[in-house]
DNA sequence: TGCCAGGCCCTCTTTAGGGCCTT
């Protein structure tokens, strides 16, 4: 059997992937405290106790706390699992989809370089190439769709206010990846659209997580 | 108490600087 060129993958409907991560900060030490996918109706929803602190930017934006190693999210106690099993669902998910597309917001800068890192440090990077057809970030998405619009910011929760009319709880990633499935349905990208802003974890470096020595 | 990062994009630009966006 041939390889696909690109041109052939490219043209394909992929299944659509929204994913988010909640973390432990904004820097390259920080580590993942939830993930969350959702395909239509289908959704994964996971945690983990985090190795490092959680900075207090990201508890007051999250509402996440790790009391006694447990993890608490606006004071209710919440299952984990460990990093490596969140990691394997999450591609046991996208396996079950035949090979996605994933689709997240700000995703190039933020999302994927710590999801590549976190599969690097498991040795599950391959694995995840091969399970997922491309990369689309959002943000530059709907900048250049909404380019006329002179809206005043890009921010997801700014974008779902004024295109979707709805107020809703941001910065938890269920919620979050729910209302980016609604935007992008909204935002009905071309093809042509999308892959332009198609990339993959290939060329992503994956940052090695410095020890904390905050924590 | 306040700050802590980094990639992308735009412009008062391109050899830079600053704002946005993610937690």
Redesign the pocket.
């Known amino acids: 059997m041939q390889p696909e060129t690109d041109e052939e993958e490219n043209s394909k409907q992929h299944p659509l992937v929204f994913f ?4 432990t ?4 030490d920080c580590e993942i ?1 939830q993930l969350a996918a959702v395909n239509g109706g289908h959704s994964l929803n996971l945690y983990i106790i985090p190795r490092c602190r959680i ?4 508890a007051r ?2 509402g996440f706390k790790v009391r006694g190693q447990r993890l608490y999210l606006h004071g209710q106690l919440v299952f984990t699992n460990s990093l490596k099993e969140v990691v394997v669902s999450f591609l046991t998910f996208l396996q079950m989809l035949g090979r996605p597309l994933l689709i997240g ?2 995703s ?3 999302d994927c ?1 710590l999801l590549a890192r976190a599969l690097d440090e498991l040795d599950l990077r391959a694995e995840f190439q091969a399970s997922v057809s491309g990369c689309v970030d959002t ?2 998405l709907a ?1 250049e769709l909404l380019r006329d619009r002179r809206l005043q ?5 700014n974008l779902v206010r004024e295109l979707l009319g709805i107020n809703y709880k ?2 938890d ?1 269920l919620e ?1 990846v729910r209302t980016l499935q609604t935007l992008y349905g909204f935002l009905q990208p071309t093809q042509d659209v999308v892959c332009r802003h198609k990339f993959t974890l290939d060329t992503m470096e994956s940052k090695p997580a410095v020890p904390s020595s905050k924590s």
């Open positions: 988010d991560l909640e973390t900060g904004l820097g390259q405290i900075q207090r930017g990201a934006v999250t917001h700000n190039r800068s933020f370089p943000l530059p900048r910011s890009f921010r997801q929760e941001a910065h990633a979050d």
